[in-house]
Nanobody, 117 residues
Framework: QVQLVESGGGIVPAGGSLTLSCLASGTARIDVMGWYRQTPGKEREAVATITPSGNTKYHRPSVEGRFTIFRDTAKSTVRLEMTNLQPDDTAVYFC???????????WGQGTQVTVNS
C-alpha cells in the first residue's frame, strides 16, 4: 500500500506563488503520481500528473504555463510549483498515486490553497 502526505498549502494574494509537496511511503511500486483539486459541490479534477520517468506530464489547460509538476522517483516525492495564482485556483489539493500492477489509486489527506483577490 501507499501513504501520501502533502504539505505547502496556504493563503496567498492573486498573482502569488506556492509550492505543494507530497511524500509517498509504503511497500508498493508507484506508477503515476499527480495532483487533483476539489471545491465544495464540484467533482475532483486533475490538475497535473507525471509518469515515473518524468518524461510524460499532463497539466490541465487552465493551469498550463502557470503550474509545473516535478517528480523525484528515487525520493518518492512529487511537487507542484504554482505561480500567478488566481482566485479560481482556490481549492483543496490532493496528492494522488497509483500502484503497479493493480493500478489501485491512493489519495493524500488534502491541503487547502486559498487565493485572495
Amino acid at each position: 500500500q501507499v501513504q501520501l502526505v502533502e504539505s505547502g498549502g496556504g493563503i496567498v494574494p492573486a498573482g502569488g506563488s506556492l509550492t505543494l509537496s507530497c511524500l509517498a511511503s509504503g511497500t508498493a511500486r508507484i506508477d503515476v503520481m499527480g495532483w487533483y483539486r476539489q471545491t465544495p459541490g464540484k467533482e475532483r479534477e486533475a490538475v497535473a500528473t507525471i509518469t515515473p520517468s518524468g518524461n510524460t506530464k499532463y497539466h490541465r489547460p487552465s493551469v498550463e504555463g502557470r503550474f509545473t509538476i516535478f517528480r523525484d522517483t528515487a525520493k518518492s516525492t512529487v511537487r507542484l510549483e504554482m505561480t500567478n495564482l488566481q482566485p479560481d485556483d482556490t481549492a483543496v489539493y490532493f496528492c494522488y498515486a497509483d500502484i503497479i500492477p493493480s493500478f489501485q489509486g491512493f489519495w493524500g489527506q488534502g491541503t487547502q490553497v486559498t487565493v485572495n483577490s
